[in-house]
């Protein structure tokens, strides 16, 4: 097994620790279980699933390599970028602190977080998962590997915010809603 198997195997395997270490704090803590996600956590899990299965699956058709072929530059940019990805998500659960869910639930008393990386994106954490997929795709160096890893997750997250930002409006008010004026979604000053 070459060490570039060994460094993106490792960098998943950290990911899907995390992921599950999350349910399971939410479960231990009685949070979680929200009718009013609508299934979003179940069906996020299984498209970044479908994604990166996918990716891996897919990444070694030759005639969809970047241009130049595989070089290791290119790899640790991946694996980088899904750090970065890592590391904003985080921060964006600890920014969150106990008002963190793994599904679509608010509580009595929430305020909307407007500190750390909510300052300029409502939802970071989402854009943390992006950017490990992203960096998966990069790592792996395939055009198609890189559409399959990001699209899935992408139109997943896009329907769990739909429901998510329904949800906080309701609870939250007005509040959020010049929140949402205010801020972008994903990406700071573009969407």
Request: charged residues 15%; hydrophobic residues 50%.
């Amino acid at each position: 097994m070459t060490v570039y198997l060994v460094v993106l195997g490792g960098m998943s395997a950290v990911w899907v620790g995390y992921e599950v270490w999350l349910v399971l704090a939410d479960r231990k803590q009685g949070k979680g279980g929200a009718r009013v996600d609508r299934g979003t956590r179940y069906l996020n899990f299984l498209a970044i699933l479908l994604g990166i299965s996918g990716a891996a699956a897919l990444s070694g058709l030759s005639r969809f390599f970047f241009p130049g072929g595989r070089t290791a530059s290119v790899f640790w940019i991946g694996i980088l970028v899904m750090l970065a990805g890592l590391g904003l998500r985080i921060w964006a659960v600890s920014t969150l602190g106990a008002s963190f869910r793994t599904t679509v639930e608010t509580h009595a008393g929430q305020k909307v977080i407007q500190q750390g990386p909510y300052k300029l994106i409502r939802h970071p954490s989402y854009s943390g998962i992006l950017l490990m997929c992203l960096g998966y795709g990069l790592a792996v160096q395939s055009w198609l590997s890189l559409a399959v890893a990001v699209l899935l997750p992408l139109a997943a997250l896009l329907y769990r915010m739909r429901v998510e930002e329904a949800t906080l409006q309701e609870s939250l008010g007005p509040e959020y809603v010049e929140y949402q004026r205010r801020t972008r979604r994903l990406i700071p000053w573009v969407w």
